[in-house]
């Protein structure tokens, strides 16, 4: 398989649970993104690792919200306390960080809806 | 840092053209332009990394004015295929951290 691959596609969870997603990036790949989708908006950037650092986070990205790399291979995404606002659509990015045109590819999206 | 795109959705019959939009506020140093249909992934169309630049493959084409920094991308005889809400990211900072800001979209209908 040469995609971007996330599980699970849906997730349904009650106001307060904690839920974590994975993200496997395309192998040879040294950037991870992920991203919050919104219905009508389009993606908005949460995080971002090389290799196993995390170099950037967004504002958006609460003390709730917490993303791991380990290895360098897969990541995870962990909201804890989830909020109804955090329904969402987080999509999950790679790159191959030394082309010139830095293309991102994207994952199919794990769709979270907190009830 | 959301660049805007114009227009928010546009129908066209099969074989028509469309322009879609896309300008920032801030200075660009590259735009990404991406498809995404519903339900699944947005899959990259293509990247502009200079000013007065364009590219294309097949019927889609881009050009990006970065003294205006803006981009337009252009959909020449539209496919059934062609359906989708395009998506414009745009990078400020040469090499970097490359975290895109994507537009809000524009939803595009190809009816038969």
């Known amino acids: 398989d040469t995609g971007v691959s996330q599980n699970p596609r849906h997730k349904i969870t009650k106001r307060g649970q904690n839920v974590t997603f994975r993200c496997d990036p395309i192998?040879?790949?040294?950037?991870l993104y992920w991203y919050r989708q919104t219905l009508g908006q389009g993606p908005e950037f949460l995080t971002y690792?090389?290799?196993?650092?995390?170099?950037?986070k967004s504002r958006l990205l609460s003390d709730r919200f917490s993303a791991e790399r380990p290895k360098g291979s897969f990541s995870t995404l962990e909201i804890q306390r989830t909020e109804q606002g955090d329904s969402a659509m987080y999509l999950c990015?790679?790159?191959?960080?030394?082309?010139?045109?830095?293309?991102?590819?994207f994952g199919p999206g794990t769709r979270l809806t907190v009830t | 840092q959301q660049p805007v795109q114009s227009p928010q959705a546009v129908i066209l019959r099969e074989g028509e053209d469309a322009v879609i939009n896309c300008s920032s506020s801030?200075?660009?140093?590259?735009v990404h332009w991406y498809r995404q249909k519903h339900g699944e992934a947005p899959v990259f169309l293509m990247i502009?990394?200079?000013?007065?630049e364009q590219k294309g493959h097949d019927k889609i084409s881009a050009s990006f004015n970065e003294k205006k920094q803006q981009s337009s991308l252009y959909l020449t005889a539209s496919q059934l295929s062609y359906s989708g809400t395009y998506f414009c990211?745009?990078?400020?900072?040469?090499?970097?951290?490359?975290?895109?800001?994507f537009g809000t979209g524009t939803r595009l209908t190809v009816i038969p």
């Open positions: 990015a790679s790159s191959l960080v030394w082309t010139p045109t830095y293309e991102q590819y």
């Open positions: 192998s040879e790949h040294n950037r």
């Open positions: 690792f090389q290799n196993e650092a995390q170099l950037e």
């Open positions: 801030k200075a660009l140093y590259s």
């Open positions: 502009l990394l200079k000013g007065g």
């Open positions: 990211g745009t990078h400020s900072h040469q090499g970097g951290a490359n975290n895109l800001f």
